[in-house]
């Protein structure tokens, strides 16, 4: 039986030997060592030995299984190391190669000036107003009449603003002061709000108009508030966004809402106050109007005038940004041309 376990274990030998891949070596092991292998067959005929036979032979059987076993690992780890090497070869990562370009978006210029004026007057103190208090589509009795547009206003006319056809009249709001109508009903002062948000105007379109476009409207209401006060804060918004000094004028100007009023110039950035296309001619852009809030809009609301003052002022988003960036025609920020967008 010794002789017997001897020349399969010789057999198993040369077949390790010979072997070539992972799966030679399985079936090797099925052939030899699994449990219907040839080595357990013959196993099966220890019973019938002796006592000190089976010890020996059965000894014997052991230590040829052991053998077996590690020589069909080493062999094993050898193929698999082997395979191993050459898929890792096979599927090396060429990191030489130059990625897939994944273009990335950038903040609109409109989007990003509102927020840089937004948070300018945040930190003079103004509070950004719910956006629900100012809706793009308004009714005219708030957009006009409590800003105390006179009746025969040519403002309300069809030609200049945009009627809808969803409510007997509601237009599309052709400012943002019918924010401050919104802010200031059924509260009480003090009240000190800025309200961003897009206007239309059935406007002929060039390079400084559009039909439509961005205003801030800004209100302050409190006792004793004064035109100083109003300068005050219009020269300060204007020396912390444009940072250095740029020539600017007051101008005194009429709003049915205001009283007195004034508008604001910046100085032309393209032609710097020579005249050019974009200012037609005249070196100025003006980029916002104000003014001391009108008694008939405080009574219209219900503030008492005797007690309390209050300035508002209504500023274009795109001058502001086109007389920032040297930006020389509205329209390109409404194209959507990447060349322009790209660049901010
Ligand atoms: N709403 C005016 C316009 O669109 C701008 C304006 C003027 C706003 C004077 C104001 C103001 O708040 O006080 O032309």
New binding site residues.
Partial sequence: MKAQLETIYNSAKTDIANATSINDIEDIRLKYLSRKGEFNSIKKGLKDLSDEDKRTVGAFANQITIDLENLLKEKHDAFYQKELNEKLQKDKIDITLSGKYTPVGKVHPITSTTNEIVSIFQNLGFSLLSPDLSPEVETEYINFDMLNFPEDHPAKDMQDTFYTKLAPNTILR????GA?IRAMAGKNPPIKIIAPGR?YRNETVNARKNNFFH?I???YVDKNITFGDLKGVLNEFIRLYFGSSRPTRFRSSF?P??EP?AEVDVQCIMCQGKGCRTCSGTGWLEV????M?DTNVLKNVGIDPEVYSG????MGVERLSMLKYAIDDIRLFFNNDKRFLEQF
Wanted: contains cysteine; charged residues 5%.
């Fill in positions: 052709s400012q943002t002061s401050q206007v205003q409207e800004g209100l709003f809402f205001t009023s916002l109007g104000c003014g809030v300035f508002a002022f209504g």
